[in-house]
C-alpha cells in the first residue's frame, strides 16, 4: 500500500501570509494531485502533477513535484480567506484507485 | 453534464436499519469510485466500477457493505444493519479509464453524510 503523509495536519495563519504544506512518501507515484475540499463538499481537483522536478502554478498556488516522485508541495503566496479549507494530495490511481493523504486543514484569519 | 450527482445529502438512520445511497457520475466516465471519510480524515477508497465490473474491493468494505452499477450508469452504495461506526461521509467520484484518469484527476460528489444513532 502506498502512504501519503501531510504536513503540517493544522495550520492558521494571518490573511496576506506565505505557506507551504507537503505531502511525503516512500514510494515513487507516476503522478500526484492536489485537492481542495470545503467542509460538507467533495474534494475538488487543483492540479495535477507528473514529471518529477515539474512546477505548475495556479494563481497564487505554486505546486512542486520532487525530483524522485516521492513528494510534492504546494505553496500559497498572500493567503486570502478564501483559500481556508482542507488541502489533499493523492497519488496512485491505478487498480486500487487514487490514495489520499489525511491533508492540511488550513484557516486563514482576516 | 452537472457533475457528479448523489443523493440523498444527509441520512440519519437508527442502529441495526439498512441504508440504500446512490450516486450519478458524469456520463462519459467509464469509472465510478466509492470512497468513506470520517472527520478529519482524507478519503478512504472503499470500492470502484470499470462500466458495469466492480473491479477492486477495499478490505474496509466488510460483507454488510454492497455496491452495484447495474447498467454501468448510475450506482448504488448498500449498508445493511448499520453501525454507529459506520457514521461518515460517503464519496463517489467518477474519472475516465486508467491513466487518463491518473491525469485527469476524478471528479467528486457532495457526499452523502450518514449519522447512525
Known amino acids: 500500500t502506498q502512504l501519503l503523509e501531510q504536513s503540517p495536519q493544522f495550520l492558521s495563519i494571518q490573511e496576506g501570509e506565505n505557506l507551504t504544506v507537503y505531502c511525503n512518501s516512500s514510494?515513487?507515484?507516476?503522478?500526484l494531485q492536489w485537492y481542495r475540499q470545503e467542509p460538507g463538499e467533495g474534494p475538488v481537483l487543483l492540479v495535477t502533477?507528473?514529471?518529477?522536478?515539474e512546477v505548475k502554478k495556479l494563481k497564487r498556488l505554486t505546486f512542486q513535484f520532487g525530483d524522485a516522485r516521492k513528494d510534492s508541495s504546494l505553496h500559497i503566496t498572500a493567503a486570502q480567506t478564501g483559500d481556508t479549507g482542507l488541502y489533499l494530495c493523492a497519488g496512485g490511481g491505478g487498480a486500487d484507485g487514487l490514495t489520499f493523504g489525511k491533508g492540511t486543514h488550513l484557516i486563514i484569519q482576516p | 453534464d452537472t457533475g457528479v450527482s448523489q443523493d440523498p445529502r444527509h441520512k440519519i438512520t437508527k442502529r441495526g436499519q439498512n441504508v440504500t445511497f446512490r450516486c450519478d457520475p458524469i456520463s462519459e466516465h467509464n469509472r465510478l469510485y466509492w470512497y468513506r471519510q470520517t472527520l478529519g480524515q482524507g478519503p478512504e477508497f472503499l470500492t470502484y466500477f470499470q462500466n458495469e465490473a466492480q473491479l477492486e474491493k477495499s478490505r474496509l468494505l466488510s460483507d454488510r457493505f454492497s455496491a452495484e452499477r447495474p447498467k454501468g450508469s448510475f450506482s448504488t452504495l448498500e449498508i445493511q444493519r448499520t453501525e454507529q461506526g459506520d457514521s461518515a461521509m460517503y464519496l463517489c467520484?467518477?474519472?475516465?479509464?486508467?491513466?487518463?484518469?491518473?491525469?485527469?484527476?476524478?471528479?467528486f460528489g457532495s457526499g452523502t453524510r450518514l449519522t447512525v444513532v
Open positions: 514510494s515513487v507515484f507516476s503522478s
Open positions: 467520484a467518477s474519472s475516465l479509464s486508467g491513466g487518463e484518469g491518473a491525469i485527469y484527476g476524478y471528479t
Open positions: 502533477v507528473v514529471t518529477g522536478g
